[in-house]
Structure formats: structure tokens, C-alpha cells
């Protein structure tokens, strides 16, 4: 097996174990905490922790050093370990830095983020993160020593990331919930960022990469910092503007029912979830593989990956927006997860739910803009799908209540895919696709206004689709070719072993 081969896997196999540690926790912590004070304060904490250390390490300076240190090993190692030793030394002080304004700016940063909560939440919020702002140095530093190792073929870090953090939520949740002690909450996901940042640090040591720096990797960790920050300046409005979002989401459903800050977190775990699951084959089927093909062929392929989400991300949309009741009952209805605490969460899903496929195309086309150094469009794109996202959630929650919040990244999905359709000349392409599967669009709808059972919406829809997809000529071509193409992907990769 290659080298792009064994990573994939790992990071596949790493994620999808993720998200089912993931879900678990949010099933403990629903019935544990439901929607209340304690559920909305911690998840406030996490958004005034995450976002400053997305900004600073994930956005910003990492996503500059990823490419640049690969391209130094090849050049001269002993000056790429140099400059790592250097840059970790400098971004942990930045870091520190960071968790120190957090931590004596978080009452007002907390009131910022959600002004609309009750005292309580405020009071848990601000509590929390206390001890969560703690968590910035070491999610930046195992960002970049994660980095380095996948670089140097090693992606157990990375692969493993979202795991270890699930199970000290997890952890922290059973140990809250036992002592009756709300801080564990924090201190379990404290716990897993340690030893996180402490199996890099293992790894990095062992394969003898990093080592106490001196006076010359500090210059050169310093002037890779200043280069980065310089080399990724253009494109500062973009990674702003996504963390922007995230906050105002925060903003705009502090504003709406109680609870409604805590529901969006247990929404998203299931869409993101299914998101997931479905993106996997994405990459089997060549995503990554485009930026070395030539004109047509890459024409042919972006064409071909377009058909292949729109035919199977509709269909798992409308199963979920039809499901989304049962599926939220099913999951998290026990313990503190109340009747409303339901509602809402489920109102956020079926949001969700309705522009699943537009969120997983738009990436999927931004990332083929991407491979062909097309970043001004996607700059342009995202930047829209953005705005309208922010539009949807402010001016819906008032008007239409909590399903505006998840209407929101539902219209982000729809105007980024819009945007990158156009710019890669596929706009008619994915209207025919939109018009070949009216039919069975139109039959969830009709099914989801007239409030069958359950299982019932499920087998309707189930045949609807299936029926559109095997009667449309251009849609049956589209499962042929992901079924041809997925096949030969496998006998491609026996061949090789």
C-alpha cells in the first residue's frame, strides 16, 4: 500500500472512530445536562477557547507552516528541524499569551458571545472557561508538532485527535455527573488536550525531530512566524470571517428560546456525523487527485464528483430532514433531555438537514477550485456563503424560531455551491441534476407536510428516490459510474498489493 494510501487510511479510520466516541459523548451529555445552564454555559466556554486558538494556530500561522516545512525537509532537514524547534518555542509564547488575555477578559467575552442568556448560563460560561482558555496553547502547539509528524508520514496524531478529546468530554461528563462537580466538564477535555499535545511531543522526541532550541532556531522559528504571518495576509479576511460566523451563531441564539444554545451543538453532531460518513468515499472516488491531472481530465473528473454528491447527498437529506424527530428522540429523549430540549434540537436538525447536500457540494467544489490555485473565487464564494448564513440566522431567529439556526449553514451551503458552480462552469450541470430529481424532492416535501409515522415517511421517501434515481436516465448513469468507479478503485488497489 502507498505512502497517500496508508495515510488516508489512518485519517479515515481515525475519524470515523472520532465521530462514534463523539456521538457517544453527546448522548451522556444530553441526558446528563440537556439544554440548561450548565449544557449552554460550557458550550459558550468552548466557542471563546476554540475560536482565538482556531484563529491564531489553525487558520493563520499553521496553515502557512504545513506546506512550507514539507518543502524545507527536502531542502535542507537539519534547517527544517531548526525551524521547527524555533516555531514551536514561538508559537507556545503567542499561545500562552492568548490564554492569559482570555482568561482575564472572560466575563465581558462571554457577555459578548451571548448576550440574550440568563445569569445562570453567563455564570457557568464564564466558570468554565476559567479553565478552558487553558486548552488554547495546547490545541495550537499539538496543531503544529501534528503537522510536522504528518509530514514525516506519521497521522496517528492527527488520526487520533478528535478521539482523545471526545473521550475526556466523555470522561469529564461521567465524572461531573458522579461528584456533582461542573467543573470536571472542563477539566476532562484540559486532560485530553495534555495528553495529546504529550503523544506529539512522544513522537516528535522519538524520531528525534525536536530538541532544546538555541539562540540561531529561534531566529529561524521567528522569521518563519513573521514570513507566514506575511505570506498568509491576503487571505487573513477569510479564516476572520469563518470565526466571525461561529461567534455570531452563538450571538443569534442567545436571542432565541432558552436552551436554543446548547440545542445547535447536539444538531450538528448528527449532521456532521452523517457528513462524514458520506465525504469518505468523496476521497476514494479522486478528490485529492485533482490538482495533478490536465485540463480535460480534470473537467471530466470535477463533473463526474459533482453528479456523484448530488445523487447521494439528496437522497440521505431528505431521509434526514423526513427522520430528523425520530432520530433526535431516539438519541438524546432520557434524562435532563426534556420535551424541549427535542423540539428545538430537532427544529435545528431538520434546518440542517435541508442544505446537507449544498454543504457537502460547495466544499467539494471549493476544494476542486482550490487543487487549480483558483483561491480568489473561493475567497469570493466563501465570503458570500458566509454573509447570507449570518442574514439567515439574524434575521430568522425572530421570525421563524430556532430552525433559522440551522437554515443558516443550509443557505451557506447553497450560495458557496452556487458560487463555485459558476466559477467552474457547472452551473447548468447542477441545475439539469436539480430538475432531475424534482419528482422526489417534491414527494418529501408533500410526505413532510403530512405528518406520517415515521417509518412510514422513511419507506415513502425510500421508494421515491430510488424510483427518480433508476427512472432518469442521467441519474442512473451518475450511481453507474460511482458503482464502476468505486469498484475499480478496489481492483486498482489489489493490483498493488
Not at 482568561?103 to 457557568?124: M, N, S, W
Not at 423526513?322 to 435532563?336: A, D, M, N
Amino acid at each position: 500500500m502507498s505512502r497517500f494510501a496508508r495515510g488516508f487510511l489512518v485519517l479515515a479510520v481515525g475519524s470515523l472512530l472520532g465521530k462514534v466516541v463523539a456521538l457517544l459523548r453527546e448522548v451522556v451529555f444530553a441526558g446528563a445536562f440537556g439544554t440548561g445552564a450548565i449544557a449552554s454555559g460550557f458550550r459558550v466556554a468552548q466557542t471563546a477557547t476554540i475560536v482565538p486558538a482556531n484563529l491564531v494556530s489553525g487558520d493563520l500561522l499553521s496553515a502557512a507552516f504545513a506546506p512550507s516545512y514539507a518543502r524545507e525537509i527536502k531542502v535542507n532537514a537539519a534547517r527544517a528541524q531548526s525551524m521547527l524547534r524555533g516555531y514551536i518555542l514561538w508559537i507556545a509564547v503567542i499561545l500562552i499569551g492568548v490564554a492569559f488575555a482570555v482568561y482575564f477578559a472572560r466575563t465581558p467575552l462571554v457577555e459578548l458571545i451571548v448576550p440574550g442568556v440568563d445569569a445562570a448560563t453567563t455564570e457557568q460560561a464564564t466558570m468554565l472557561l476559567g479553565l478552558l482558555c487553558w486548552v488554547i496553547p495546547l490545541y495550537g502547539l499539538s496543531a503544529v508538532q501534528a503537522y510536522a509528524l504528518g509530514a514525516h508520514g506519521n497521522y496517528f496524531p492527527t488520526s487520533s485527535r478528535q478521539m482523545i478529546q471526545s473521550f475526556g468530554l466523555l470522561l469529564g461528563t461521567i465524572l461531573a455527573v458522579f461528584t456533582s462537580w461542573v467543573p470536571w466538564l472542563a477539566i476532562g477535555l484540559l486532560m485530553a488536550w495534555v495528553v495529546n499535545a504529550g503523544i506529539c511531543w512522544v513522537l516528535l522526541l522519538r524520531g528525534r525531530l525536536v530538541g532544546l532550541p538555541d539562540a540561531c532556531d529561534l531566529r529561524e522559528g521567528w522569521r518563519f512566524v513573521v514570513d507566514g504571518a506575511k505570506g498568509i495576509a491576503p487571505l487573513f479576511m477569510l479564516p476572520v470571517a469563518l470565526q466571525l460566523s461561529i461567534v455570531l451563531e452563538r450571538v443569534f441564539a442567545s436571542f432565541g428560546d432558552p436552551g436554543l444554545v446548547a440545542a445547535v451543538d447536539y444538531a450538528r453532531t448528527v449532521s456532521e456525523s452523517v457528513m462524514s460518513v458520506v465525504a469518505v468515499p468523496l476521497g476514494i472516488l479522486g478528490l485529492t487527485q485533482l490538482s495533478a491531472l490536465g485540463r480535460r481530465d480534470y473537467r471530466r473528473q470535477v463533473s463526474r464528483m459533482n453528479d456523484a454528491i448530488m445523487v447521494l447527498m439528496l437522497p440521505v437529506s431528505a431521509i434526514l430532514a423526513v427522520s430528523s424527530g425520530s432520530i433526535i428522540h431516539l438519541l438524546y429523549r432520557r434524562g435532563e433531555f426534556g420535551p424541549e430540549a427535542e423540539l428545538l434540537t430537532t427544529n435545528v436538525l431538520l434546518g440542517l438537514s435541508l442544505g446537507l447536500a449544498f454543504q457537502v457540494l460547495g466544499y467539494s467544489l471549493s476544494r476542486a477550485l482550490t487543487a487549480v490555485g483558483r483561491n480568489r473565487a473561493v475567497l469570493l464564494c466563501t465570503l458570500l456563503a458566509i454573509v447570507s448564513q449570518v442574514l439567515v440566522q439574524w434575521l430568522g431567529v425572530s421570525l421563524v424560531g430556532p430552525i433559522a439556526i440551522g437554515l443558516g449553514p443550509s443557505a451557506y451551503g447553497f450560495v458557496l455551491t452556487l458560487g463555485t458552480a459558476f466559477a467552474l462552469g457547472l452551473e447548468r450541470r447542477v441545475a439539469r441534476q436539480l430538475l432531475a430529481t424534482s419528482p422526489a424532492i417534491a414527494v418529501t416535501v408533500l410526505l413532510a407536510l403530512a405528518n406520517l409515522e415515521v417509518l412510514w415517511d422513511l419507506a415513502y421517501v425510500g421508494l421515491g428516490w430510488v424510483a427518480n434515481l433508476l427512472l432518469v436516465p442521467s441519474l442512473r448513469a451518475s450511481l453507474r459510474n460511482i458503482v464502476r468507479s468505486a469498484f475499480l478503485s478496489v481492483l486498482l488497489r489489489r493490483s498493488k498489493e
